[in-house]
């Protein structure tokens, strides 16, 4: 490290974008509000220093040899980034086989190998609901998704400046404008409804890397321009209300009405600040804290290893111990382990004189090679479900409840000609009614029962030939082409049947999707909503018997149903006036205001469009004894909170939707 050139001021800024980053995902809190909510804005600002930094490698190289070294360069990443990452993996691999459910132990295993074939952000992108949510907090590599986008800044960039080196010298402004504005109008513009896909791909992040090569390629001039124009202590109070700008968009940006202008803004506030960080300015001085700089110099492993640490609180179900209090004691922890992985891992492998070219491949196709086979071991033992120390039977129901189900989505399309044809649209609930359907002889030798994935809401783009992706997210190409096919059917279909999780949306586009498809002269039939189950709910962990692994049973206990922790509790399923109990309990957990409320306009809009209302309450619950069923013989029907039911249930469903509903009055 060259001392006179280096820039410790960028260092103190990596170390504020880390602090933003931990204080965001600690989830730090003052009367119940989130302090740091906007402290994801540390990793945009990674971003812009990466570009800086990489660039300014690059430039220098050009400027020295005449010449670009790809594979020196692609190395050097390697040895700054790989060795790291790599160590954490196998840590919370170990760890995760003792703290982690068998399903979230498999779901690791595949965020392991696509963090080791870069793409972990398009896994994370295609398997989970929402950046943030509870879901995204129990996977303890999620936030690995920025590395990955950062390979592939990476490998983009060099490429560009191989493949384009004696034009991009011409006009070196101009074709990283031209990307910048692509980028940037892809992430704020085109793809701003696409929240999830947007959030994760990298060419939406991709103008916040070349925000930084810009910088760094015009920095002298901006620098010139500006000191003639203004003062030192005006730039003075420039880059303190920079620095002010984006702790104000870290700790407010709940508040914020434009959140997206003010975003922009802050960019251009760490742009500020590394334009002129290393100027000679009273805040330069201040900025330039040794503090600041050691937290910079570990930035990286700081980054990496404090997610695993939240993570586990979640996913051992021990959150409610993770309190401000404890949060900022395992900051101690946090910076030890990121001191060892800074010193010991990232340091030694950095270093060619320590370890040389050769040795470093070997080791690194070893490791990942390792890394890849074990999670495949794991994934082909289904999370390694002996770890969890329950009878074979408390397994089938708590754990392998769905086993041998068949995405309905995956079902072939045979029409028998001489059938009439029923269409399921909807989303999970549509597939679950097509489990039931399709479980019942009687129907499947009168119809042929074809089922497509969509929300109801959705076609009304479908209806207007607005847009083919209906709702589907960015390269779902399967279940969107799945769908159009599905739909090119509809000449040969008789009877449509709509079921979902009904949301107002779905109900206000519900008359124009029943008019569209009565012009095509369809049978109709509205399906009402299912109850959902308040049934997942924290107790205390009080087992009538020892479990050799405790924190995997009591994550377990914690996760599951109200029938889950009985069996879990007692070592037995509820019987006789225990089960009426916990069926009388289960009534009362139903959101009623909610459930009456969507079947009431389902019904209004059904009556009001002359099509069937078909009100299948009684598959689940008895009105009249205000009970709803717990157990389908030795099966649990519930197992969430959104009104799903268990696939080893279908058949007792499936005999109650012919013998409690009016189904087979309009079939």
Not at 233 to 250: A, G, M, R, T
Not at 424 to 430: A, P, R, V
Request: hydrophobic letters at 45%; one cysteine or more; charged letters at 20%.
């Amino acid at each position: 490290m060259d001392r006179a050139t280096f820039r410790f001021d960028i260092q103190s800024l990596r170390a504020v974008s880390v602090i933003l980053v931990i204080f965001y995902h600690f989830n730090l809190t003052f009367n119940s509000y989130p302090i740091f909510s906007g402290g994801f804005i540390g990793v945009d600002i990674f971003f812009i220093i990466s570009g800086y930094v990489i660039s300014n490698i690059i430039i220098i190289e050009l400027e020295k040899e005449k010449k670009f070294n790809l594979i020196l360069f692609l190395e050097k990443r390697l040895r700054r980034l790989v060795p790291a990452l790599y160590f954490l993996l196998f840590v919370v691999f170990i760890i995760s086989l003792f703290l982690l459910l068998p399903y979230r132990l498999s779901q690791l295993s595949n965020d392991i190998i696509f963090n080791i074939i870069l793409s972990s952000n398009f896994y994370f992108w295609e398997t989970l609901e929402q950046y943030g949510a509870i879901t995204g907090i129990e996977r303890p590599l999620l936030h690995t998704w920025s590395l990955s986008v950062e390979w592939q800044f990476y490998i983009f960039t060099s490429l560009v400046f191989v493949l384009f080196r004696n034009k991009i010298s011409k006009n070196f402004n101009l074709y990283f404008t031209i990307l910048f504005v692509i980028s940037f109008v892809l992430n704020l513009f085109i793809l701003n409804n696409q929240i999830n896909f947007n959030f994760y791909f990298s060419g939406s992040r991709y103008w916040e890397f070349v925000l930084g090569i810009l910088i760094r390629y015009n920095q002298d001039i901006i620098k010139k321009l500006i000191i003639k124009l203004l003062s030192e202590k005006l730039i003075n109070y420039i880059l303190f209300i920079s620095f002010l700008i984006i702790i104000l968009f870290s700790t407010s940006y709940q508040f914020i009405e434009d959140q997206r202008i003010f975003f922009i803004l802050s960019m251009l506030a760490a742009s500020t600040l590394i334009i002129f960080g290393n100027a000679n300015t009273y805040f330069s001085n201040l900025f330039n804290s040794k503090i600041l700089i050691f937290i910079g110099a570990i930035s990286y492993s700081l980054y990496i290893w404090h997610y695993p640490i939240a993570s586990f609180f979640y996913i051992t179900e021990y959150q409610h111990y993770f309190t401000n209090y404890i949060k900022l004691i395992m900051l101690l922890p946090l910076v030890l382990v990121s001191f060892f992985s800074y010193n010991f891992i990232e340091n030694t492998f950095r270093k060619i004189s320590v370890i040389n070219s050769k040795n470093f491949f070997v080791l690194f196709i070893f490791s990942s090679l390792f890394l890849v086979v074990l999670s495949f071991i794991t994934i082909k033992n289904d999370g390694f479900v002996s770890r969890l120390k329950i009878s074979e039977d408390q397994k089938k129901i708590i754990v392998n409840y769905n086993e041998n189900r068949k995405d309905p989505i995956y079902f072939p399309v045979k029409i028998n000609d001489d059938k009439k044809t029923i269409l399921i649209l909807g989303n999970s609930h549509g597939g679950e009614y097509f489990d039931l359907i399709q479980n019942t002889n009687y129907l499947t030798e009168k119809y042929n029962i074809i089922y497509s994935l969509i929300q109801v809401r959705c076609l009304k783009n479908f209806i207007n030939n607005i847009n083919r992706s209906n709702c589907f997210r960015k390269l779902e190409f399967y279940k969107e082409n799945n769908f159009h096919e599905k739909m090119s059917l509809l000449d040969k279909v008789d009877i449509i049947i709509l079921k979902t999780k009904w949301s107002d949306q779905d109900l206000k586009v519900l008359p124009e999707v029943i008019k569209f498809f009565k012009d095509k002269k369809k049978i109709i039939l509205v399906g009402s909503a299912n109850p959902m189950f308040n049934i997942i709910e924290h107790e205390t962990f009080d087992p009538n018997k020892n479990y050799d692994n405790e924190i995997l049973v009591h994550s377990l206990f914690q996760k599951n149903t109200l029938l889950d922790k009985y069996y879990i509790k007692n070592s037995s399923l509820p019987k006789d006036n225990v089960l009426i109990d916990m069926e009388k309990k289960y009534f009362q957990l139903v959101n009623w205001k909610r459930y009456e409320e969507v079947n009431k306009m389902l019904k209004k809009i059904s009556n009001d469009n002359k099509v069937i209302f078909l009100d299948d309450m009684e598959v689940f619950c008895d009105l009249v004894s205000k009970r709803c069923d717990v157990l389908a013989g030795e099966t649990k029907i519930h197992w969430d909170e959104k009104g799903h039911t268990t696939f080893k249930s279908k058949s007792y469903l499936s005999d109650k939707l012919i013998q409690n509903t009016k189904l087979m009055d309009y079939l």
